[in-house]
């Protein structure tokens, strides 16, 4: 079955038509780029994914049952992780410490635990933390990381619920381009051996060109096409929808 089927997605602000009758397929194990100039509609697109806006019309299946309009806290229960652009990790606890909390969140415990939770599946914790390539930092306060290396973390920390759908708003931004493809290639390691999806938002072109499975491009609400990587960057009214926009559509080697 289908993990995600965006089916006739529409939600508007006032007059405006953010997004217009959107629909987007993703199966598991696959990384599915959304882009799109500046307002074209991926964060609202993403938003309603994840439960942070009640979409006007469509649905949002969850392999087959319909999501949208559900709390967050619903749809994450659901199995949908997400990571945010904000650093979100707790600057004064150490690494493995994090991962903890992450864990203690998803086993339904509150945060008032953590005193006497200090040891809550500390291997778990650091097993997860291999996965990324963390263990090796894994006492170190958060606060020391460097910033490629909390994005790292904050991984682990969407790991750590066991996502069966995974939402990545712009997960590179601010990183150095080297640092990007490395993530983003982790990400894909990940989403193959677990079998999870991931759809995620990019402004750069070098990962989604070099990274994504499939490629949605959202124009003015609308979805302007969707295909693989190359179908995309072939696509001529995609490169039309990006003429004057500064980005390039080529995968920089
Ligand atoms: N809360 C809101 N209230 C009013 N208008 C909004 C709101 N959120 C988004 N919009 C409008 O909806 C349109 C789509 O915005 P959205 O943020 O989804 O685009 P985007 O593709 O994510 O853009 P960017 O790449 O700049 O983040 C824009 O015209 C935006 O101004």
Redesign the pocket.
Do not use: I
């Given at each position: 079955m289908t993990l995600l089927q965006v089916e006739q997605l529409s939600k508007s602000?006032?007059g405006?038509q953010?997004?217009q009758g959107v629909s987007l397929a993703l199966q598991a194990g696959e990384m599915l780029a959304l882009i799109?100039?500046?307002?074209?509609?991926?964060?609202?697109?993403?938003n309603m994914v994840g439960g942070q806006l009640v979409p006007d019309r469509g649905r949002v299946l969850l392999r087959g049952q319909d999501i949208a309009g559900l709390a967050p806290r619903a749809i994450w229960r659901r199995g949908v992780g997400r990571t945010f652009q904000i650093a979100q990790t707790f600057a004064s606890f150490s690494v493995v410490e994090n991962v903890q909390l992450a864990l203690l969140s998803h086993d339904r415990h509150t945060f008032r635990w953590w005193p006497r939770a200090a040891a809550h599946r500390r291997g778990d914790a650091l097993a997860l933390l291999e996965q990324v390539g963390m263990v090796a930092q894994a006492d170190r306060p958060c606060s020391e990381l460097a910033y490629g290396d909390v994005k790292r973390v904050e991984l682990a920390l969407a790991l750590a619920h066991d996502p069966q759908l995974l939402l990545m708003d712009e997960p590179t931004a601010g990183m150095a381009p080297g640092e990007r493809v490395a993530l983003m290639q982790l990400t894909r390691d990940l989403a193959r051996a677990r079998q999870m999806g991931v759809l995620f938002?990019e402004?750069s072109m070098e990962v989604v060109f070099g990274l994504a499975d499939r490629v949605a491009v959202?124009v003015r609400?609308q979805l302007l096409a969707e295909g693989t990587p190359q179908a995309i960057r072939d696509d001529a009214r995609v490169q039309q929808a990006y003429l004057g926009t500064g980005l390039v559509l080529e995968a920089q080697q």
């Open positions: 602000f006032g405006v953010a997004v799109g100039p500046n307002g074209a509609g991926k964060s609202t697109t993403f938002t402004h959202l609400g």
